[in-house]
């Protein structure tokens, strides 16, 4: 059979597409320079979506609706690469033929599926964590066990494809990122204090009085609160401090600052295992599947991952419509299908989110999924978010500027060691 073989992107090996005359089938990125140009795009995808989503929580928006919304995008991100990328190039069964395969394939679609359960669950548990600890702290302590324990097993599982001299300290820029995170959270929670305690304020939920005769309940129009903020205030001053405690969605205090850890810490086991699930999914280390059965390909063992991660962010949302945890107002369905305040901006983050998972899985399926957890120096995107939306860290101490800056430059220097540790991935 007569084919074609077209070279796509800037490097003329970066993205091998492979044709026959009839039918287009998968698209595969082959080598070094096309998955590190992946990862890339997936880190900047994923440190922009929690922005969008801790923007609207901040703006009062119920994380439940904002939730359900990232959901359904999420999901229909996966649909989307799995029809316009699982049908292109060849060597592979395509995404519809994968699909009618489940007799066979099941033990790989049940590895897929439980990494998007994991998934669906840290992301739902870092939503709340921002609320206690910040954007920046959450996704610098998260994302940190993410590297450490997932990049490890995700190693082992790539039998070694990835340069170990040049993995493992990049996985130690990270360890050391999440101690100067610690530092930077700790420099910060004494400033704000100070901002209080000079004001003659001492603890910023205090000022939101709630009537506790008429619990919070968006669908009967009650917030709870007996006031509401009259003007604007600077950000970094501690009326600005009070004034976001008032409106946002979920209301937490200092006290809750070590709950709020715990959260962080769940989520990052969660997180950790997503990856090397997902590797298992899509390379049958532990040979699940019977003899002559095709490895799951990525795009279908994605559009899997995405199912499952819907439904147990869907399921768990709706739930926590009538049954709201952290402070977080009472809503229902009716609520939520008439709230268009902030919809598209969540919706947007979900679009963002599943094309950034989705690229990271091209990019590990390349170079090995170990390097490919360089993505998870999201805080550096994230961080910047968070200064230039939310003014976190403004009118702070030098001390918390420099520990910032020390951070920053741990999570830059992991990204370029890990990268460097790219491996190319066996096609036999």
């Given amino acids: 059979m007569d084919r074609a073989v077209v070279a796509c992107a800037t490097s003329s090996s970066s993205l091998l597409i492979t044709c026959n005359s009839k039918v287009l089938k998968m698209l595969v990125v082959e080598d070094k320079a096309g998955a590190v140009a992946l990862m890339l795009a997936s880190l900047l995808l994923l440190g922009t ?4 989503l801790t923007l ?12 359900l919304d990232f959901s359904l995008t999420n999901l229909l991100a996966a649909v989307l690469i799995a029809l316009a990328f699982g049908q292109l190039g060849a060597g ?7 699909l009618g395969q489940l007799e066979d394939n099941w033990p790989s679609v049940m590895f897929a599926m439980a ?4 998934l669906g669950v840290g992301n739902l548990s870092t939503q709340y964590a921002w609320a206690y600890v910040g954007l920046s702290v959450t996704e610098v302590i998260s994302c940190s066990m993410v590297v450490v324990i997932g990049t490890t097993l995700n190693y082992f599982l790539d039998n070694r494809i990835n340069k170990a001299e040049i993995l493992f300290p990049g996985v130690a820029c990270f360890l050391v990122a999440v101690i100067l995170g610690s530092a930077v959270h700790a420099s910060n929670a004494a400033d704000n204090e100070e901002k209080l305690r000079a004001s003659g304020i001492e603890e910023p939920s205090k000022q939101v009085v709630l009537d506790k005769d008429a619990p919070k309940d968006l669908e009967n129009g009650s917030s709870g609160a007996k006031h509401a903020p009259s003007s604007k205030a600077e950000a970094g001053t501690a ?6 405690e008032e409106r946002r969605s979920i209301k937490v205090s200092r006290s ?7 959260i962080v810490f769940f989520s990052g086991v969660c997180l950790s295992l997503f990856s090397p699930a997902f590797n298992l999914a899509t390379n049958d ?8 059965v095709p490895h799951l390909a990525v795009y279908t063992a994605f559009f899997y991952f995405s199912i499952s991660c819907f439904v147990v962010n869907a399921g768990l949302n709706v739930l926590l419509l009538r049954r709201p945890i952290a402070g977080a107002p009472k809503s229902s369905l009716g609520a939520y299908l008439s709230d268009w305040n902030g919809r598209r901006w969540a919706l947007l983050a979900g679009l963002l989110g599943g094309f950034g998972n989705g690229l990271q899985f091209m990019g590990g399926q390349a170079a090995g999924y170990a390097a490919a957890d360089a993505v998870q120096a999201l805080p550096l995107v994230s961080t910047f978010w968070g200064v230039l939306l939310f003014g976190e860290y403004r009118m702070s101490s030098r001390r918390t500027y420099i520990l910032l800056g020390l951070m920053l430059f741990m999570f830059v220097a992991a990204v370029a060691v890990l990268m460097a540790s790219s491996g190319r991935r066996s096609s036999k």
């Fill in 49 to 52: 979506w929690p922005a969008l």
């Fill in 56 to 67: 609207l929580e901040r703006r009062g928006r119920p994380p439940q609706h904002t939730y």
């Fill in 92 to 98: 592979e069964p395509d995404f519809f033929a994968q």
């Fill in 115 to 118: 990494g998007g359960v994991v």
């Fill in 239 to 244: 009326e600005y401090l009070i004034q976001l």
């Fill in 256 to 262: 809750s600052t070590l709950f709020g850890l715990g």
């Fill in 285 to 292: 280390q532990w040979h699940a599947l019977p003899a002559g």
